[in-house]
């Protein structure tokens, strides 16, 4: 599956900082390709972050830095 998301950050009181929760609580529910080897408890959705520069803009719009592209596949 192909995804894209982009973090909304907020400022938090509970921590007296800008956080994105909602991007923290979607990036627990699959691991890091790069981390799938050492994971001491395995997800059944594995991931990766797709470089922006590596998807083709087919009509102009300016990207902004907090859009990312994930590839997510089930764990085999």
Same mark, same amino acid.
């Given at each position: 599956m192909y995804l894209s998301i982009e973090k909304r950050i907020n400022f938090? !009181?509970?921590? !007296?900082?800008?956080?994105?929760?909602?991007y923290d609580h979607f990036r627990s529910l699959f691991e890091d390709e790069a981390a799938m080897q050492?994971?001491?408890?395995?997800?059944?959705f594995v991931g990766r972050c797709i470089? !922006?520069?590596?998807?083709p803009?087919?009509?102009e719009y300016?990207?902004?830095k907090e859009l990312e592209i994930w590839e997510i596949w089930l764990r085999e």
């Open positions: 938090t !009181l509970e921590w !007296l900082e800008a956080t994105c929760k909602a050492h994971s001491p408890d395995p997800k059944a470089p !922006l520069e590596d998807i803009q087919h009509f300016e990207r902004v």
